[in-house]
Every structure is written in structure tokens, then in C-alpha cells.
């Protein structure tokens, strides 16, 4: 049985799903609609709305990056021109306006990333969640299993044996990464199902698994202010040398796979073709320090605990968990009295601290991705409205298509740029 009059149909309720209906609740309300029947009707598999949204920054949301649109766009890997037209329409400090308009503070930290306040991101998806209410969204929950279209046109989606009738159709259905949360990919099947043609979904912003034990025996250690560089080794054995893709200051986590952590995440974002013996990770653990510096301060310890054993002589210099597993690979015979380390071995410490090597074989699996690279193709859609050109009244928003960016606030924010705008066309048109 068909359910007739459905104005604007919004297929997700995650960032881009919530801000999109908000978006075009306000915008018809504007037109002339009445709160109690804004026209726009949000559909979530979900019993709850915005489940990756409460989990993301480690539950603490960083919501946006205070940057300018230039250097936004240079933190977006993936078709930054794309979302020129997104970003004017609705900026960075739009959506710092727009959540401390809604009862929402917020702050910039390190990085000019934006959090809220009271660090909860719960706050950021209860204060869209209500938006909503107040601007008249229906909410209904249950799984799209289709696109309803007739002409070339979009006419509504299917829930089941129901058809939910729309003048427009907004895909807000995120990509493959926190399955758990409904970012099983659906939307991608939906857009095929349509003629869209759909980049092959990979994970970004992803841990890494690493050849051999350091990781494991270093497990559970926690660096900060640590420097890491990623090293594309690939052409070495043509004596090209090693060529860094990345480099960046923060922090990171041994696991019993590998490494995780801001840092690395950051960094597999620059790991194109990930495979064995393509990548090194060189991790400084001392970059406040220079090689002579460092020398200066090693010295200095075992100056001061001459009479004990390397293997004992390091607890002022490194974490309890990294004093073994790196004092092996240093080569200095544990038990031998630091008072007899050579200056050659000193050395080899000192450039041991400052040059890490981790050799990362592959990528977590895609659902512990934090964002996914690669979606519906952007060719196929209006970069000014961001309706398909393939099916009128359908539109797209966040990671459903293909763009994406580094950690620092920048996905969310394609998120919420994306959506404001198809909103706003959907609305328009």
C-alpha cells in the first residue's frame, strides 16, 4: 500500500541524514509549512538516531575543523574540488553558528579542532535529534530496501511491502566503516541500483597490522608527542631512496596487531596499495630532542646508575613496557654494566630512539575503518545541488560518496556541508 504525500525523504540518520532534515524541515517551514507537517520524513534502520555520530572522537565528536576553505580542501585527499560549492554554501564557522545556536558550546583545540564543550558527542547528536522534532521531521524506522523510480525520476523508496512516496530522495546512508551502526553499505547498493557507478569501498583512517612481535610486546603502551613518519620504500631497490608520504606530531598505541592511535590513523589515509615491504613506519620517540641532545641526556643516566646493568639503566628514559623489547633490538648485552657501553653502541641507542622502524603489511578490516575511501562515483552528481545526474530528485550527502579527508573534523564536516545543500535544493527544486 503506497503512503501518499511524503514531500522529502532523507534515508539515514546519521550526521548528514540529521542535518539534512533539519535543513529542509526549516527551509519549508520558511515556504510556508507548518512545523506540525514540514513534508520531510526521515527513515533510520536503527531504533536510534545518530549511533556512529555518539561514538566518534572517542565519544567526544570533533565536529569540524576552524580552518579556511583552502586549507580544508588540502586535508581532503579524495575530490577536494568537488566540494567547493558544499563549502561556500555552508562553511566551517556555519556549523560552529549552527551547534552553539542549538545549546551546544564548543572549543578548538589542538589542530583547530572544534569539540563540544562538555565533551559529549551524545550532546551533538541529542541536539540535532531535537532540531528535528522541532522542526516537524518524522521519523520512521525500518530498512530501505529500494528506490522507488518511474521517468528517469525518483518517486519514493521501499520499506518492505510499503512504499514511502517522495518528490525527492536524500541518501544519507554513510559508507562500510561501524557495520554495527548501520554503515553497512546499503546506500551503495541502492545507487547502483539506480546506474550509479560505485568506487570500490576500501578503508580509511584505519589501524595498521605489522610484520613481526615489537608490536605485540610493546601492547597496551601509549605514546605522546611522538613524531611519526610514513616512508614509501618501494623504489629503494632502485636506489631511489625513501620517499615520505606523511609526517605529523601526536600520538599512537601498540596493539597486539600492530598500531593504532591519531597518528596513525591520519597516516594510512597516505598508504595507497598497502602491501608487504611497500611502507616503514619511522617513529622518533625523542623529537624534542637533537641526536647530540639525546646522546647528552642517555649519558647522563647511565652516568648516574653507572653500576647497574643496561637492561636496568633505562627506566628514567622509556616507558616500563618499551625498556625490553627495545633494549634487545638495540644489540647491547642486557646484563652488561652501562658504565662499559661503548660510544658506538650509545650511538645505535640514540638513533634507535629516533628511528623506529615498523614495517605495516596491511589495513584493519574495513568495519574498524573510521571513515571509507571510495563511493559514488562525483562525476555522476551536481556539485551545485548535489543531485544525481542520473535519476532527478535524488541526492546525495556524506560518505556515501566518494570523498574523504584526514582526521581533524574535516568528514563530519563534508557531512553536514553536503547535506545543507542537497536539503536545500531538494527543497528548491
Request: hydrophobic share 40%.
Amino acid at each position: 500500500m503506497a503512503d501518499i504525500g511524503k514531500r522529502i525523504l532523507i534515508v539515514g540518520g546519521g550526521a548528514a541524514g540529521l542535518m539534512a532534515a533539519v535543513t529542509a524541515a526549516q527551509a519549508l517551514q520558511e515556504s510556508g509549512y507548518s512545523p506540525k507537517d514540514s513534508g520531510v520524513v526521515l527513515v533510520e534502520q536503527n531504533d536510534r538516531m545518530g549511533r556512529k555520530l555518539r561514538i566518534t572522537g572517542k565519544g567526544r565528536c570533533n565536529l569540524t575543523n576552524d580552518c579556511g576553505r583552502d586549507e580544508f580542501l588540502s586535508n581532503v585527499p579524495t575530490n577536494p574540488r568537488f566540494l567547493y560549492g558544499a563549502l561556500h554554501g555552508f562553511s566551517t564557522g556555519d556549523t560552529m553558528a549552527f551547534f552553539e545556536s542549538l545549546g551546544v558550546p564548543l572549543k578548538v583545540e589542538r589542530g583547530r579542532r572544534v569539540f563540544p564543550v562538555s565533551d559529549r558527542a551524545a550532546d551533538v547528536a541529542e541536539a540535532l535529534v531535537r532540531a528535528c522534532r522541532e522542526a516537524g521531521v518524522r521519523f520512521e524506522t525500518g530498512r530501505v530496501s529500494g528506490l522507488a523510480v518511474a521517468d528517469e525520476a525518483v518517486t519514493g523508496v521501499r520499506i518492505g511491502s510499503r512504499t514511502l512516496a517522495a518528490d525527492a530522495v536524500i541518501l544519507c546512508t554513510g559508507g562500510c566503516s561501524y557495520p554495527a551502526t548501520g554503515s553497512d553499505g546499503n546506500g551503495y547498493r541502492l545507487a547502483q541500483a539506480v546506474g550509479h557507478t560505485i568506487q570500490p569501498p576500501i578503508p580509511s583512517l584505519v589501524p595498521l597490522v605489522c610484520e613481526g612481535d615489537l608490536c605485540r610486546r610493546m601492547m597496551g603502551l601509549s605514546l605522546r608527542n611522538v613524531r611519526l613518519k610514513v616512508l614509501d620504500v618501494q623504489g629503494r631497490a632502485q636506489g631511489q631512496g625513501e620517499k615520505v608520504v606523511f609526517e605529523d606530531f601526536g600520538e599512537m598505541l601498540f596493539t597486539h596487531y600492530g598500531v593504532t592511535g591519531p597518528l596513525i590513523l591520519s597516516a594510512s589515509a597516505h598508504m595507497h596499495d598497502l602491501m608487504p615491504g611497500r611502507y616503514q613506519l619511522s617513529v622518533n620517540l625523542k623529537p624534542a630532542l637533537s641526536e647530540k641532545e639525546l646522546d647528552a641526556r642517555i649519558q647522563s643516566d647511565f652516568a648516574k646508575y653507572a653500576n647497574r646493568d643496561f637492561i636496568n639503566a633505562l627506566g628514567d628514559l622509556l616507558p616500563m613496557k618499551a625498556i625490553q623489547p627495545l633494549a634487545v633490538l638495540s644489540g647491547i648485552d642486557l646484563r652488561k654494566k652501562v658504565n662499559t657501553v661503548t660510544r658506538e653502541e650509545r650511538h645505535r641507542l640514540v638513533a634507535l630512539l629516533q628511528d623506529l622502524r615498523l614495517s605495516p603489511i596491511r589495513f584493519r578490516p574495513i568495519d574498524e575503518a573510521i571513515v571509507t575511501k571510495g563511493g559514488v562515483t562525483v562525476s555522476e552528481v551536481n556539485p551545485k545541488t548535489m543531485e544525481s545526474r542520473l535519476c532527478a530528485g535524488l541526492y546525495f550527502a556524506g560518505e556515501v560518496l566518494d570523498v574523504d579527508a584526514y582526521t581533524g573534523g574535516f568528514n563530519l564536516q563534508i557531512a553536514f556541508s553536503t547535506a545543507h545543500l542537497a536539503a536545500l535544493s531538494a527543497v528548491e527544486a
